[in-house]
Nanobody, 126 residues
Framework: QVQLVESGGGLVQAGGSLRLSCAASGRTLSSSTRGWFRQAPGNEREFVAAIRSTCSTYNVDSVKGRFTISRDNAANTVYLQMNSLKPEDTAVYYC????????????????????WGQGTQVTVSS
């Protein structure tokens, strides 16, 4: 059974930085697309960033130039470096994994991922 555990969330002032980590266990995910999503109160879960096994990356427009997704396959871990944080980035951030051969959805939709972490809170104060 795959488990994803996020860490690194917290409270930061606007303009600050945080680095989220998502460690996987139970299965090597080096061939999987890894993604980050977020959900603010009253909103639907939205796509933030994804990284393929080839290390091609994708970001939602609202975080381009500020957030960077990366992966360390040896550590079975994916990261989200968040810089220049804004109050509107406040949300629970979830990591997810889309295994090779998983055909549902797309890399930028929640339905496109088979495994999810429990989420980590990011709060950006103004």
């Amino acid at each position: 059974q795959v488990q994803l555990v996020e860490s690194g969330g917290g409270l930061v002032q606007a303009g600050g930085s945080l680095r989220l980590s998502c460690a996987a266990s139970g299965r090597t995910l080096s061939s999987s697309t890894r993604g980050w999503f977020r959900q603010a109160p009253g909103n639907e879960r939205e796509f933030v960033a994804a990284i393929r096994s080839t290390c091609s990356t994708y970001n939602v427009d609202s975080v381009k130039g500020r957030f960077t997704i990366s992966r360390d396959n040896a550590a079975n871990t994916v990261y989200l470096q968040m810089n220049s944080l804004k109050p509107e980035d406040t949300a629970v951030y979830y990591c997810a994994a889309r295994p090779l051969g998983f055909l549902r959805g797309t890399y930028d939709s929640s339905s496109g991922y088979a495994y999810w972490g429990q989420g980590t809170q990011v709060t950006v104060s103004s």
